[in-house]
Nanobody, 123 residues
Framework: QVQVEESGGGLVQPGGSLRLSCAAS????????MGWSRQPPGKEREFVAS????????YYGSSVQGRFTISKGDGENTVFLLMNNLKPEDTAIYFC????????????????WGQGTQVTVSS
């Protein structure tokens, strides 16, 4: 069973920044490709960003391209999401996902998700 845990959510003013963290483990030596999705209130979940196991391949959703940056941490299965120039429409629950696949770039490519962390952008 894969354990996926997000952290770093909170309340931030428009134009501000926030960094989310995620750590995953399955008790074995599995190395995952990882990524993020989000679900705004009353809307469907959408793909945000992903990074391959090696860190060489990165994808972003069109609504966050140029503002968000995904990166791998020093740990084998850790990932960060740096969110800059945040807007009220970025308000959502953010979920971290993992997959043993190579280059995930949509929600269906992920095998497991965490419980999510709330990000609220408001003045």
């Amino acid at each position: 069973q894969v354990q996926v845990e997000e952290s770093g959510g909170g309340l931030v003013q428009p134009g501000g920044s926030l960094r989310l963290s995620c750590a995953a483990s399955d008790g074995a030596d599995t190395t995952f490709s990882m990524g993020w999705s989000r679900q705004p209130p009353g809307k469907e979940r959408e793909f945000v960003a992903s990074i391959s196991r090696s860190g060489a391949i990165i994808y972003y959703g069109s609504s966050v391209q140029g503002r968000f940056t995904i990166s791998k941490g020093d740990g084998e299965n850790t990932v960060f999401l740096l969110m800059n120039n945040l807007k009220p429409e970025d308000t959502a629950i953010y979920f971290c996902g993992v997959t043993e696949g190579s280059y995930p770039n949509n929600l269906r490519d992920f095998d497991s998700w965490g419980q999510g962390t709330q990000v609220t952008v408001s003045s």
